[in-house]
Nanobody, 124 residues
């Protein structure tokens, strides 16, 4: 599975952005997908994930109620709609995929495929 993330940029606090992650590969539609983020000098952290089977979702407490993850299997794309952005959301955002048929998880070590990252900067 190959992943291509896009949609990052500079936005003011309170604003919105939508990230996209296009997956390619024969079994990408059967993969649970996640978004993670990383600030320089800090560990990469879980943001949100969506299952391959029933599109159930999980979120980190820091983004719950502000971010929404969704997927369009017809387009092999996963989205992260980010609203009410805060300066603390500034980071490089990465999409990731698990091997086909694997369960939904927020455990970063369980993801097998990673995109290149897209920068999100929220100004105060």
């Amino acid at each position: 599975v190959q992943l291509q993330a896009s949609g990052g940029g500079l936005v003011q606090a309170g604003g919105s952005l939508r990230l996209s992650c296009v997956a390619s590969g024969r079994t990408s539609r059967s993969s649970s997908m996640g978004w993670f983020r990383q600030v320089p000098g800090k560990e990469r952290e879980f943001v949100a994930a969506i299952s391959w089977s029933d599109s159930s979702t999980i979120y980190s407490d820091s983004v719950k109620g502000r971010f929404t993850i969704s997927r369009d299997n017809a387009k092999n794309t996963v989205y992260l709609q980010m609203s009410s952005l805060e300066p603390e959301d500034t980071a490089v955002y990465y999409c990731a995929a698990r091997k086909p048929l694997a369960a939904l998880t927020m455990d970063m070590t369980a993801y097998d495929y990673w995109g290149q990252g897209t920068q999100v900067t929220v100004s105060s």
